[in-house]
């Protein structure tokens, strides 16, 4: 009997020495060999011709793909291109993102951000105030630390250490003024859809069923945003992606969507593709959301139908709720292909490549 286990445990070593080996073989490949057929994708290619490729949510994104497209357009790499392009929008002052956000119910702006290289090497950080840069923070998590979410003080105090000044704190006069406005007739419990009527500019919107406001849209038909989110391919093919946000306006204290959360916000597999969400965070975090539509396209399906597939789902959860949300998601595949699904009409997403620049009107459920 001892010589019988011997003998299969030996063979079990053997054939794991193999399986090993041959796993091995297969990830030190060339660029220009042949890599493991992913369905739906086909050759994983070590350079891809006519890119790279940029794209991000909302008409901000604009400004911010010129920023991510002054390292692309020079050979950069996708994850230093997700990093500059979103800083465009964290510098800007608006209501939006960063600093010049609107506050939280207590007054006080928080921030949270994410990026993800090409490596599953990943940063996160939330409830960040007092800083400028909230994904350069993340970055720095990926980069110097063992973890992958810092939050709050630590978070902050982490910043600081890394040499990031810390901002005076006090909000921007268009803040400032939304928030005043929303005090007049506050009420502390959460309400649907508040990050979609930030600025007093817009008015109130009418309550629905759940004494909530209900969405509401910016003079122009688009919806009032709080997020962008950011994918990327650079010249060798590789994929990163970057989320950035102050969360939902007016917000309880302490509340985290789902930018910061990797897999929920923003998700990169190198093989198959990169997606960032936008919109109701709480309802991309119920279903893994960004990670979801890369599980979609790893299956044979487009960006866009990928996305779709996920809206439905978050669709089917909320039942007749989900007319009271947004819900969006960009997709960019190893291809270089991209595509976007949206809950509700009125999003759009920025694209930039070699040979355009532009808006891309996007396919809503609802």
Same mark, same amino acid.
């Given at each position: ?64 793909n010129k920023g991510a497209w002054e390292v692309l357009s020079r050979n950069g790499s996708a994850l230093d291109a997700v ?19 609107? +506050?939280?119910? %207590? !007054?006080?702006?928080?921030? @949270? *951000?994410?990026?993800?290289?090409? =490596?599953?090497?990943?940063? &996160? ?39 990031? +000044?810390?901002? %005076? !704190?006090?909000?921007?006069? @268009? *803040?400032?003024?939304?928030?005043? =406005?929303?005090?007049?007739? &506050? ?28 969405p509401a849209r910016l003079p122009n038909g688009k919806w009032n945003h709080d997020t962008i989110g950011m994918v990327a ?40 593709g990169a997606v960032a969400a936008t919109g109701q965070g709480e309802d991309v975090i119920r279903m893994c959301g960004s ?76």
């Amino acid at each position: 009997m001892s010589n019988r286990r011997s003998f299969l445990h030996s063979s079990l070593l053997g054939s794991l020495g193999i399986f090993l080996t041959k796993k091995a073989g297969a990830v030190t490949r060339g660029p220009g060999d042949r890599a493991s057929h992913i369905r739906g994708i086909g050759e994983v290619p070590g350079r891809v011709p006519g890119h790279p490729v940029v794209i991000s949510t909302w008409d901000t994104g604009l400004a911010a793909n010129k920023g991510a497209w002054e390292v692309l357009s020079r050979n950069g790499s996708a994850l230093d291109a997700v990093e500059a392009g979103v800083k465009v929008t964290e510098s800007s002052v608006n209501c939006c993102v960063g600093l010049g956000a609107n +506050p939280d119910r %207590d !007054g006080y702006v928080t921030l @949270d *951000a994410s990026i993800m290289d090409h =490596q599953f090497n990943c940063g &996160s950080v939330a409830f960040l105030e007092r800083i400028k840069h909230p994904i350069s923070v993340a970055r720095r998590v990926m980069e110097k630390t063992p973890h992958v979410l810092l939050v709050g003080v630590g978070a902050q105090q982490f910043a600081i250490a890394e040499g990031f +000044p810390l901002e %005076d !704190g006090k909000l921007s006069e @268009d *803040a400032k003024k939304s928030y005043e =406005q929303w005090l007049k007739k &506050s009420e502390y419990k959460p309400v649907i859809n508040i990050e979609n009527t930030k600025s007093s500019a817009f008015g109130a919107a009418p309550s629905n069923d759940w004494g909530a406001a209900a969405p509401a849209r910016l003079p122009n038909g688009k919806w009032n945003h709080d997020t962008i989110g950011m994918v990327a391919m650079d010249a060798s093919g590789n994929l990163s992606g970057s989320v950035t946000t102050s969360g939902m306006g007016f917000k309880m204290r302490g509340r985290v969507g789902d930018s910061p959360i990797i897999g929920a916000g923003m998700f990169v597999d190198n093989e198959v593709g990169a997606v960032a969400a936008t919109g109701q965070g709480e309802d991309v975090i119920r279903m893994c959301g960004s990670h979801a539509v890369v599980e979609f396209m790893r299956q044979g399906m487009s960006p866009e139908q990928a996305c779709k597939a996920a809206v439905e789902r978050i669709a089917r959860i909320k039942k007749e709720k989900a007319r009271d949300i947004q819900v969006a998601f960009i997709a960019l595949n190893k291809k270089g292909e991209h595509g976007a699904y949206a809950l509700q009409k009125g999003f759009s997403y920025a694209l930039k490549n070699n040979n355009e620049e532009r808006m891309v009107e996007v396919n809503s459920l609802i």
